[in-house]
């Protein structure tokens, strides 16, 4: 599998996997804002000052992954810590545990609510259309999730994998990824995922499932400067 195209993994699912949602600009192209803040551009060196003031509204900020280009004077640039990147070849032993749930329009506000509480940055009200997403339910309460989100036709993004702070230490993370990962190698699809180094405690649940580090990728925010009044 071409596993070349996760070093642009924002462009490289938007030109594909989810290039019926995308807003395209030629060059750039980003998701609406309702389904992620997310942006990606063709390469570094493409000339995307038009299509970047056509994509991003004054004071907006998105983000980049693995690719940036050369920003218009006044937009602000800002460099994070990079990701880690990992990926998984076989499929990973199966967890017990309880009854996975397909989530749905039925489970939103579940899904939201917890979102918002431990995975608060990038989910919006419409990220769950990217893509099928799961979870486990534990005394009438979502305790844990998990979603598939980036992708082309041969990889797929496992994402917002949480679990609420009550049910930390049941071995739920790991029953949903290691599910969602043989789903999707089954598929013929490449499983993927991204982990900052910031959340060590993750980082080390998917390696010790079996996950290993691709790569550490670049990460950004962008901004748009506010127009003057």
């Known amino acids: 599998m071409p596993l070349s195209e996760l070093d642009n993994p924002f462009w490289s699912s938007l030109r594909s996997r ?42 907006e900020s ?12 006044g937009w602000r640039l800002q460099a994070f810590r990079p990701l880690a990147q990992m990926v998984r070849d076989e499929p990973l032993d199966a967890v017990d ?18 979102t918002a509480l431990v995975y608060p940055h990038y989910f ?3 990220t769950m259309q990217l893509g099928r ?14 979603g598939e989100r980036l992708g082309t036709g041969t990889t797929r993004e496992m994402s917002a994998i949480c679990t609420h702070p009550d049910f930390n230490g049941r071995g739920y993370a790991r029953r949903l990824t290691a599910m969602l990962t043989n789903d999707v190698l089954a598929r013929g699809v490449a499983p993927f995922l991204h982990v ?11 390696e010790r499932i079996g996950y290993r580090l691709r790569r550490d990728i670049p990460f950004w925010s962008l901004q748009r400067p506010q127009e003057a009044a």
């Open 97 to 114: 545990g309880p009854d996975v749930v397909a989530l749905s329009d039925a489970h939103r506000a579940d899904v939201l609510a917890l």
């Open 62 to 73: 998105v983000y980049l992954l693995g690719v940036a280009p050369r920003v218009p004077p």
């Open 18 to 59: 989810h290039r019926a949602i995308a807003l395209d600009a030629g060059l750039a192209a980003r998701y609406p804002s309702d389904y992620a803040p997310f942006l990606g551009v063709a390469d570094a060196d493409a000339d995307v000052t038009e299509a970047l003031a056509t994509l991003v509204a004054p004071g």
């Open 196 to 206: 900052s180094h910031d959340n060590p405690r993750a980082g080390q649940l998917y």
């Open 133 to 146: 997403y799961f979870g486990l339910y534990e005394d009438g309460r979502l305790a844990a999730m998990i």
């Open 124 to 126: 919006r009200e419409r």
